[in-house]
């Protein structure tokens, strides 16, 4: 497989089968990943691998705790406006069609979005972490490493889904991984095989045409 290949396979799923990929896997696509750009070789990013027992604790604090927690950070800017709302409610619209779920029905997608907190089934959790002190350069590095941890899983023919619902649990998460306190969380990710019979791992979200957001300019041709 080569790169275009792994980006145009990747997608989020959000149904998994119960097997647990081996660790000495897992431990291979995060130490390769660590070969992605940071800014100044900072490599800003602290990765967390949760399998068996312990990210079943993590499901069961997280399923006594169904409203969350306050957030550190912003997922989405407040007031989303346009393209942006657009793309994010279209994409949700998608999601639940894929399901069968109308947008009347809300207990249904509420429980629909609890399944973020089952990592959708997922039979590893990764979460990926960074010194507080480091700013929005060094989250952008981070982002970078997990883009990469990604298309390494697809390589080896795994999937993965990455979930900044997380966010909404920094002092569980931190206490089920003995966080330090000078560090935070900044997004988990589901790894595993996907269900090929679920629907909803048919969803391939939408993507705007080049002309909507790059230009080319100073080409002869």
């Known amino acids: 497989m080569d790169v275009s290949q792994a980006v145009a396979q990747r997608i989020s799923i959000r149904a998994f089968k119960p097997d647990t990929p081996p660790a000495a896997t897992v431990r291979e696509i995060l130490e390769k990943a660590a070969r992605a750009p940071s800014g100044g070789n900072l490599q800003p990013w602290t990765v967390y691998a949760l399998a068996g027992s312990a990210l079943a604790d993590l499901k069961a604090k997280v399923a006594a705790n169904p409203f969350g927690e306050e957030p550190e950070y912003d997922v989405y800017p407040p007031n989303l406006w346009d393209p942006f ?63 990469t941890v990604m298309l390494l899983a697809t390589e080896a023919g795994l999937d993965t889904c990455a979930q900044e619902y997380w966010a909404r649990y920094p002092k569980t998460v931190a206490e089920v991984l003995g966080l330090p306190d000078d560090h935070m969380l900044f997004s988990g990710m589901a790894l595993g095989w996907r269900d090929p019979d679920a629907p909803i791992n048919t969803l391939r979200s939408a993507r705007d045409p080049f002309e909507v957001w790059g230009e080319l300019r100073g080409f002869d041709q």
């Open 85 to 147: 709302r657009t793309r994010r409610f279209q994409n949700g619209e998608d999601l639940y069609a894929s399901i069968g779920i109308p947008r009347e029905d809300k207990a249904a997608r509420l429980r629909q979005l609890a399944k973020n907190g089952e990592l959708f089934g997922a039979p590893v959790g990764l979460f990926f972490c960074l010194d507080r002190k480091l700013g929005p350069p060094q989250w952008s590095d981070l982002g970078m490493y997990m883009q």
